[in-house]
C-alpha cells in the first residue's frame, strides 16, 4: 500500500517557471491513497486543483489557516488583524504589492500574502506590533496570526478522514512546510528548499521542483510493491 500524502504545491508541484508539472495529472490522480494538498496560496486554488486532477477536496490552504475535508470547512486566524497590519504598513509608505483584482488576497480568509518584492523589513516591524508573524515561503510573505500552520491543518484532515498523521509522507519546499514535516510520519523536502525546510526534513532529494517530488513519488510506489 502506498501511504497518505500532503503535498505543497509551489515549489513541490510545480516547474522552475510556476507551471503544475503535467506529471503531477498522471501520478496525483492514480495514488491510491488520500492526497491532502497543504498550501500557503487562498482556498481556491488548492480546490481548483483537486478539482482538476478529480480526487477529492482535502485542503489546508492559507498556511493552516483554512481547512477542507469530508465537505467540512474550518478557519483558524484572523484576518482583519491582517487588514489592520496591512493599513499601518501602507500608511508608513509599504505596497502589498498586487494590482486591482488582487486574486491573491481576494478571497483570502485568514491571512494576507505581499509579493515577494514587498518591503520586508517594514513588513515584520509592523508584523510584531500587530502580534502577527512574516512567513516566507519564497513565493510571497504572509502576515499570519502565529500558532496557525499547516501541520495543524493536516492534523485535522487526518482525524477527519481517520487515518494516522504517522501514516502521511509530506513533500515541501520552503518555511511554511516545517510544521507539516513535523506533523508527517515521513518528510522530503526537494533540492530547491529554503534552508528551514531542508533542516527540518527527514530527507532532502536530490531532485528540484517536481522532479524531486516525483522521485519521492516513484520510490514510495516501488517500496508498496
Ligand atoms: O502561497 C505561497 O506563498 C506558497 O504556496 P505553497 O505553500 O503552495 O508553496
Ligand atoms: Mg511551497
Same mark, same amino acid.
Given at each position: 500500500?502506498?501511504?497518505?500524502?500532503?503535498?505543497?504545491?509551489?515549489?513541490?508541484?510545480?516547474?522552475?517557471?510556476?507551471?503544475?508539472?503535467?506529471?503531477?495529472?498522471?501520478?496525483?490522480?492514480?495514488?491510491?491513497?488520500?492526497?491532502?494538498?497543504?498550501?500557503?496560496?487562498?482556498?481556491p486554488y488548492p480546490v481548483a486543483l483537486c478539482h482538476f486532477l478529480g480526487i477529492p477536496e482535502r485542503v489546508v490552504a492559507e498556511n493552516g489557516g483554512v481547512v477542507c475535508a469530508?465537505?467540512?470547512?474550518?478557519?483558524?486566524?484572523?484576518?482583519?488583524?491582517?487588514?489592520?497590519?496591512?493599513?499601518?504598513?501602507?500608511?508608513?509608505?509599504?505596497?502589498?504589492?498586487?494590482?486591482?483584482?488582487?486574486?491573491?488576497?481576494?478571497?483570502?480568509?485568514?491571512e494576507l500574502a505581499a509579493r515577494i518584492d514587498a518591503d520586508e523589513a517594514l513588513l515584520r516591524e509592523v508584523a510584531d506590533e500587530?502580534?502577527?508573524?512574516?512567513? %516566507?515561503?519564497?513565493? *510571497?510573505?504572509?502576515?499570519?496570526?502565529?500558532?496557525?500552520?499547516?501541520? +495543524? =491543518?493536516?492534523?485535522? &484532515?487526518? #482525524?477527519?478522514?481517520?487515518?494516522?498523521?504517522?501514516?502521511?509522507?509530506?513533500?515541501?519546499?520552503?518555511?511554511?512546510?516545517?510544521?507539516?514535516?513535523?506533523?508527517?510520519?515521513?518528510?522530503?523536502?526537494?533540492?530547491?528548499?529554503? %534552508?528551514?525546510?531542508? *533542516?527540518?526534513?527527514?530527507?532532502?532529494?536530490?531532485?528540484?521542483?517536481? +522532479? =524531486?517530488?516525483?522521485? &519521492?513519488? #516513484?520510490?514510495?510506489?516501488?517500496?508498496?510493491?
Amino acid at each position: 500500500m502506498v501511504p497518505p500524502l500532503a503535498l505543497d504545491i509551489d515549489g513541490t508541484l510545480t516547474t522552475r517557471d510556476d507551471r503544475i508539472d503535467p506529471r503531477v495529472f498522471e501520478v496525483v490522480p492514480a495514488w491510491d491513497a488520500p492526497v491532502v494538498v497543504a498550501t500557503g496560496k487562498s482556498f481556491p486554488y488548492p480546490v481548483a486543483l483537486c478539482h482538476f486532477l478529480g480526487i477529492p477536496e482535502r485542503v489546508v490552504a492559507e498556511n493552516g489557516g483554512v481547512v477542507c475535508a469530508d465537505g467540512q470547512v474550518s478557519f483558524q486566524g484572523d484576518r482583519d488583524r491582517a487588514e489592520q497590519a496591512a493599513e499601518t504598513f501602507r500608511a508608513r509608505g509599504g505596497d502589498l504589492g498586487w494590482d486591482d483584482a488582487d486574486t491573491t488576497n481576494r478571497w483570502r480568509e485568514t491571512e494576507l500574502a505581499a509579493r515577494i518584492d514587498a518591503d520586508e523589513a517594514l513588513l515584520r516591524e509592523v508584523a510584531d506590533e500587530f502580534d502577527l508573524e512574516v512567513v %516566507d515561503t519564497g513565493y *510571497a510573505y504572509h502576515l499570519k496570526t502565529p500558532g496557525v500552520e499547516k501541520g +495543524d =491543518g493536516l492534523a485535522a &484532515v487526518a #482525524e477527519t478522514l481517520g487515518v494516522d498523521t504517522d501514516s502521511f509522507v509530506a513533500i515541501g519546499d520552503s518555511e511554511n512546510d516545517v510544521s507539516l514535516f513535523e506533523t508527517a510520519g515521513e518528510s522530503y523536502a526537494v533540492a530547491n528548499a529554503d %534552508d528551514r525546510a531542508k *533542516a527540518a526534513a527527514d530527507t532532502v532529494v536530490a531532485g528540484s521542483y517536481f +522532479d =524531486g517530488t516525483h522521485s &519521492v513519488l #516513484e520510490s514510495l510506489r516501488s517500496a508498496s510493491g
